[in-house]
């Protein structure tokens, strides 16, 4: 006598999909950030910006070229205030494990915040915070009030608000795309006493929880962004000194913003 097959509901993850949606949409956060990334739509159209990544490169750049350009820092930048009088316009993050290891340094600054939702349960409401909804379906976002997608990285995430706001050329900086770790793909992990992977040693460090980057996957969201940039006649270049990705085209930073 064979045994009985649990019966699948083939609906059931996007049932669940569906009515998480619509639990976001009712939340009144969902809807002051949405009025806030109207404020955000198109704002520097036409104009320059730099997404400032978190390889260990980024300490070969020269930050202070950045004066009076609109800078996108991700996660933990602000380990990098003790060192450098750099400030970055406004800094996203979607990843769990950064936001709540981040959270009181979020409750803190004034600078502008770009935050996945989740960040709900740990980030108090203010002015300067914008939560994000992540959709799973895998397209670029040209307006991020809806939905954004996560593309494996908060980088696409940058890159997503960048043309949202308008911006026609964006480069990046300090994006190595190569981790001193290695392991499997999204696996999250406890790091050791030293991080070699970022800028800053103690980024993910002494015990701390994250998840090993998906390198192939990025570079699918990449080529996906820089595909959407130049059907609209923009343009996303690497201004990272030296690193792995490949996908877009080399720019020295001030060649980039001459």
Same mark, same amino acid.
């Given at each position: 006598?064979?045994?009985?097959?649990?019966?699948?509901?083939?609906?059931? $993850?996007? /049932?669940?999909?569906? !009515?998480?949606?619509?639990?976001?949409?009712?939340?009144?956060?969902?809807?002051?950030?949405?009025?806030?990334?109207?404020?955000?739509?198109?704002?520097?159209?036409?104009?320059?910006?730099?997404?400032? !990544?978190?390889?260990?490169?980024?300490?070969?750049?020269?930050?202070? /070229?950045?004066?009076?350009?609109?800078?996108?820092?991700?996660?933990?930048?602000?380990?990098?205030?003790?060192?450098?009088?750099?400030?970055?316009? !406004?800094?996203?993050?979607?990843?769990?494990?950064?936001?709540?290891?981040? !959270?009181?340094?979020?409750?803190?600054?004034?600078?502008?915040?770009?935050?996945?939702?989740?960040?709900?349960?740990?980030?108090?409401?203010?002015?300067?915070?914008?939560?994000?909804?992540?959709?799973?379906?895998?397209?670029?976002?040209?307006?991020?009030?809806?939905?954004?997608?996560?593309?494996?990285?908060?980088?696409?995430?940058?890159?997503?608000?960048?043309?949202?706001?308008?911006?026609? +050329?964006?480069?990046?900086?300090?994006?190595? $795309?190569?981790?001193?770790?290695?392991?499997?793909?999204?696996?999250?992990?406890?790091?050791?006493?030293?991080?070699?992977?970022?800028?800053?040693?103690?980024?993910?460090? @002494?015990?701390?929880?994250?998840?090993?980057?998906?390198?192939?996957?990025?570079?699918?969201?990449?080529?996906?962004?820089? +595909?959407?940039?130049?059907?609209?006649?923009?343009?996303?270049?690497?201004?990272?000194? @030296?690193?792995? /990705?490949?996908?877009?085209?080399?720019?020295?930073?001030?060649?980039? /913003?001459?």
């Amino acid at each position: 006598m064979h045994a009985l097959r649990p019966t699948i509901n083939p609906y059931g $993850h996007a /049932l669940k999909v569906v !009515c998480d949606r619509i639990k976001w949409d009712l939340h009144v956060q969902s809807w002051i950030s949405r009025k806030r990334l109207g404020f955000w739509k198109d704002r520097y159209s036409g104009g320059k910006a730099v997404i400032i !990544c978190n390889g260990p490169s980024l300490l070969k750049s020269d930050l202070s /070229l950045l004066k009076g350009v609109f800078t996108f820092g991700l996660n933990k930048i602000n380990l990098l205030f003790d060192k450098s009088d750099f400030r970055p316009s !406004c800094i996203v993050a979607m990843n769990p494990f950064v936001i709540d290891q981040n !959270c009181q340094f979020f409750n803190e600054t004034n600078i502008p915040l770009f935050l996945d939702r989740y960040a709900t349960k740990t980030v108090r409401s203010r002015n300067n915070i914008i939560y994000l909804h992540s959709a799973e379906q895998q397209k670029f976002a040209r307006d991020c009030s809806i939905s954004v997608f996560q593309g494996y990285t908060v980088t696409f995430v940058a890159m997503q608000l960048a043309f949202h706001m308008g911006f026609k +050329d964006v480069a990046l900086i300090g994006c190595d $795309h190569n981790f001193a770790v290695k392991g499997q793909s999204n696996k999250v992990v406890v790091s050791g006493v030293k991080d070699e992977s970022h800028f800053d040693p103690n980024y993910f460090a @002494g015990g701390a929880r994250w998840q090993l980057p998906d390198l192939m996957q990025s570079e699918v969201a990449y080529a996906l962004a820089r +595909d959407m940039y130049e059907s609209y006649g923009r343009k996303i270049v690497n201004a990272t000194e @030296g690193g792995n /990705l490949e996908i877009f085209e080399r720019y020295g930073l001030t060649q980039f /913003l001459s």
